[in-house]
C-alpha cells in the first residue's frame, strides 16, 4: 500500500512504504518545518497519512 500526505505548507510527500514515508517527512520537516523537528512521532505521521 502507498501513502500520501498534503503537508500544511502545501508539499505533497508520497511513499509506497511506512518506513519510507515516516523518513520523507521527518527529512521534510528538518528541511522545512524546523521547529516541529523531534515532536512528530511516527504514530503522528502516520495518522496524517492517507491510503492512496
Ligand atoms: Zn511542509
Redesign the pocket.
Given at each position: 500500500m502507498a501513502y500520501l500526505i498534503n503537508?500544511?505548507?502545501?508539499?505533497q510527500?508520497r511513499a509506497e512504504k511506512e518506513d519510507s514515508l515516516v523518513l520523507q517527512v521527518e527529512q521534510?520537516?528538518a528541511d522545512?518545518?524546523p521547529e516541529l523537528k523531534g515532536k512528530m512521532t511516527r504514530d503522528d505521521i502516520m495518522a496524517m497519512a492517507e491510503p492512496v
Open positions: 503537508c500544511e505548507c502545501g508539499a510527500i521534510h520537516v522545512t518545518h
